[in-house]
């Protein structure tokens, strides 16, 4: 047996061991006369994950539950595409100071230690349990973006603190194409805009940023890039950069996280780990050391690596992490019934992806907000209501706050 996929595939060399051998002297008609030579089989190392799998438990069994509410809900309501095909989503949650994964669940799943007793029933699955969202799967972020384009926009000057854009509900600068904001906000800066998640003010700060300066930022973040995680992963795609076309008016699309934009769990949880962590991104990992096969020594330990600074000011940035605070604490703020009146202050950003069938939910969110500890990004496929996602990710804090 090998590793065909995930850490056993990725750490096959040092999982596998060596073989012995050993060299036989036999007569004419095979009788061994004696052993010339013998070389002993060396066992293989020991991998040590940075997965606590009391976490790992719990957000399998947060995903699960917040899809199934998701259907009975919607049957209940009879309604078309208000989340009757959601069934399945993930989740990961990183550690601050070294993102280290702590959790990274992907809904449906299977056990493994029964994955060739059971693999013709999990290959015909629905929702396909063989696929690892948290790394593989690359989803539409929504709304989770826009703390990544007002970082970029305020460090572009293409907008400050003060900066009022009047949203009016609809937004149709270009001819031809309109975008339906969630409400009018009326005058509204970019504190507020991220609090209530203000489409127009995003689609109008993406006119006057431009493509270009939004996805160069995005890479410094970790979004459409690779994250350093020891297993495959998705690249994901960043609108623009990877668009095999583009017109001038999809930049509005792509501020407020549509267009092309698509990134995995482990991207979006990589990205609110940089924010919290004051812009310098590190890289993810799931391997937290290596040890020979008896446990007794160290052979390779997970140093924390630096991918670099995200090129936000301190100021800017604690301007769009305010921003994040406003959407759990401001009494509009899209995750304030769920957060407002938490034990501890959470950062946060909803989202909302449109695709075919239910919309999908995205959350991001970081906590402390104070001094951070933790990053959670969830994404519920077909969730259609914003609460699953936030739901699950609540479970996560609940767990790591008691």
Not at 264 to 273: G, I, K, R, S
């Amino acid at each position: 047996k090998i590793g065909k996929f995930g850490i056993e595939k990725s750490y096959e060399n040092q999982l596998r061991g060596k073989s012995g051998s050993k060299m036989i002297r036999a007569s004419s008609n095979g009788n061994v006369l004696d052993v010339v030579e013998t070389k002993n089989a060396e066992p293989g190392n020991t991998v040590y994950l940075t997965i606590d799998t009391k976490y790992q438990l719990l957000a399998q069994k947060a995903l699960k539950e917040a899809t199934k509410e998701a259907q009975d809900l919607a049957k209940q309501a009879g309604t078309k595409h208000s989340g009757e095909d959601c069934i399945s989503g993930s989740v990961v949650m990183l550690d601050v100071k070294d993102f280290s994964v702590i959790c990274a669940a992907t809904y449906p799943t299977y056990d493994l230690s029964k994955y060739w007793e059971d693999y013709s029933k999990i290959a015909t699955t629905k929702g396909d349990p063989l696929i690892n969202r948290a790394f593989q799967s690359a989803f539409t972020p929504g709304s989770t973006f826009k703390p990544l384009v007002a970082s970029a926009a305020l460090e572009e000057k293409a907008i400050n603190k003060g900066t009022d854009i009047t949203c009016t509900g609809t937004y149709d600068y270009y001819d031809g194409l309109r975008i339906n904001c969630m409400g009018v906000h009326g005058s509204i800066n970019v504190t507020k805009a991220i609090a209530v998640s203000c489409n127009y003010f995003f689609n109008d700060l993406g006119r006057r940023l431009g493509i270009e300066p939004m996805y160069l930022y995005a890479q410094k973040f970790g979004l459409g890039e690779y994250t350093g995680v020891e297993i495959e992963e998705s690249k994901g795609t960043l609108a623009g950069r990877d668009s095999t076309s583009w017109q001038v008016g999809n930049t509005v699309s792509a501020a407020i996280g549509q267009s092309d934009n698509a990134f995995t769990p482990v991207q979006l949880a990589t990205y609110v780990a940089t924010i919290a962590n004051n812009g310098e991104r590190l890289k993810t990992h799931i391997v937290d050391k290596v040890t020979n096969y008896e446990r007794t020594k160290t052979v390779k330990s997970t140093d924390v690596e630096s991918y670099g600074d995200c090129g936000i000011s301190k100021k800017n940035l604690d301007i769009v992490r305010k921003a994040m605070l406003g959407v759990t604490q401001d009494e509009n703020g899209t995750a304030n019934y769920m957060f407002g009146d938490y034990k501890v202050k959470v950062a946060a950003k909803t989202g909302t992806a449109e695709n075919s069938g239910s919309d999908h939910t995205t959350f991001i969110c970081y906590a402390p907000y104070e001094k951070p500890e933790v990053a959670i990004a969830v994404v519920i496929e077909h969730g259609a209501k914003g609460r699953y996602s936030m739901q699950v990710a609540k479970d996560l804090l609940d767990a790591y706050f008691n």
